[in-house]
């Protein structure tokens, strides 16, 4: 291993010529929490006691072996892989990951069959953030919260509320907040002839789950809109329009919106987004994920798109604000290493979009000096941020470069393979 604390100290007074505090910097992205997708682990899979696939729309592909089978199993693999997540952690789980004895209805879910993974939560001391999971269920297959059929409609509308109390039994466990993400793949394969009956049903959907469980307290919910699903491509009732328009039409605190990297035409991105939502609403929800030509959820990258979208909370003032999840599922690779690599990317593009100028280029700018904006904006592209990660993962012990993928190997051996 390179001399890390050396780097560190070329790095700092590299960062001083800019007027840049990198300890300041290291602790706030520390300290900006980032909640790890459960979900990697099994393929979205959960563990209710029944048969039946992954339906709604989205996909994994591979058929990788040593995915977690129990509720256990996938604790002990988030486990080893947050020990090379540095910084702030909460963990989102999905309505199918419950662990009832018997089978229990997605309308009959209750606090009870999530403690365990309450506990583990308090054991960890992270957070725990929720979903309700309005797909892979018989009766997902003609719409949700959006459906025609008003006993359908009203069975997911009953899920929707107990997943809001189990928010509250998250945050009252845990005391910190539950952001909820209200995800339905509500949609048609072919263009519909009535195409706001959906979306009128989908908002009183709505409006009813919240009604019901207005006194709920501690919970954040993320309206996530998306162009499209597999099977549903023509039509999508929570579209961006529809979920935007819902967000900014009820006006209150716990009801935001989600913005999904992969959830928009392939010429559109999040981080040109943010702003606008930003000019008329107090937080945002992110979905980190990587779209390759549709949204297939691929590994988070260090890529342009994660970095813009980073650098742009940082410069609107708004990394606190927003909260930050995952959302991927790659089942052709070790799930361990899509959870680590996603994550740590993730992370590593807080750090190198808060190890900026911001100051000095939004002064350029103001004073009209396009040019030296264009000029500073580009050298820090290239920036030694990874000096300072380096030294950031050294400190958390959350291992250097890549020393963590040896011991993902190991557990892999040890662990994953046995199973
Ligand atoms: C699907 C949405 C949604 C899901 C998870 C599993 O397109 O992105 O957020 O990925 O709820
Ligand atoms: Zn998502």
Redesign the pocket.
Known sequence: MYDVKKGYEVAKEFYAQYGIDVDKMIEICDKTPISI?C?QGDD?GGFEKKEGGLT???QTTGNYPGKARTADELRADLEFAMKYIPGEKKVNI?ANYQEADTFVDRNEIEPKHFEKWADWAVEQGIGLDF?P?Y?SHPKSENGTLSALDENVRKFWIEHGIRSRKIGEYFYKKTGKVCVI?H?T?DGDKEFPIDTIGPRLRLKDSYDQIFEATKDVEGVMDGI?S?VF?IGAESFTAGSHEFCMGYVMSKNCDHIIL?L?T??YHPTETVSAKLASVYTFSDHVLL?V?RPVRW?S?HVVNFDDETRAIMEELVRLGKLQDTYIAT???DASINRVVAWVTGLRNTRKAILAALLQPVDAMKKLEADGDVSGRLAVSQEFKAAPFSLVWDYYCQQKDAGVGLEWLEDVRTYEKDIQSKR
């Open positions: 997708h979900w979205v709604g729309g989205i999905h979903n999971t797909f993400n995800w793949p996530e998306k699903g989600t999904d992969g959830h979905h994920s949204d959820d959302d991927f599922f």
